[in-house]
C-alpha cells in the first residue's frame, strides 16, 4: 500500500509559478512510475504529467508542454510538479498518482495509488 500527500497548492495571479511535491510512503518508491493529472470543475480529470521511475524520461499533456517541469528526488520518496507561466484554465484540483506498471502512461486507470488532491487556482 501507498500513501500519497500532495501540498504546495493556492492561489497565483495569472503569470505566476507554483510548485507541488507529493510524498510518498513507500520505501520502494524508485519503483513507481509517477504522474499528476487534473480535474478542473464540471470536467473530466486530464493528465498532466508523468516521470519514469529514475526520472530519466518524462511526458507532458500538450497544454502544460514549456510551462510545467515534473521532477522526481528518490531519496525523499517526492515527485514535484513546477508550474510556470500559470494561465486561468489551469484552475483544478491536482492528484498526484504511483503505478507499478509501465510509466509514461495517461490513463488514470493504469495507476494504482492515488492522494487526495491539492486546490490550484489561478485568477485573471
Known amino acids: 500500500q501507498v500513501q500519497l500527500v500532495e501540498s504546495g497548492g493556492g492561489l497565483v495571479q495569472a503569470g505566476g509559478s507554483l510548485r507541488l511535491s507529493c510524498a510518498a510512503s513507500?520505501?520502494?518508491?524508485?519503483?513507481?512510475?509517477m504522474a499528476w493529472f487534473r480535474q478542473a470543475p464540471g470536467k473530466e480529470r486530464e493528465f498532466v504529467s508523468a516521470?519514469?521511475?529514475?526520472?530519466?524520461?518524462?511526458y507532458y499533456a500538450d497544454s502544460v508542454k514549456g510551462r510545467f517541469t515534473i521532477s522526481r528526488d528518490n531519496t525523499k520518496n517526492t515527485v514535484y510538479l513546477q508550474m510556470n507561466s500559470l494561465k486561468p484554465e489551469d484552475t483544478a484540483v491536482y492528484y498526484c498518482?504511483?503505478?507499478?506498471?509501465?510509466?509514461?502512461?495517461?490513463?488514470?486507470?493504469?495507476?494504482?495509488?492515488w492522494g487526495q488532491g491539492t486546490q490550484v487556482t489561478v485568477s485573471s
Open positions: 498518482a504511483a503505478t507499478r506498471g509501465t510509466y509514461g502512461s495517461r490513463l488514470g486507470s493504469n495507476y494504482d495509488y
Open positions: 516521470i519514469s521511475w529514475s526520472g530519466g524520461t518524462t
Open positions: 513507500a520505501s520502494t518508491f524508485s519503483t513507481y512510475g
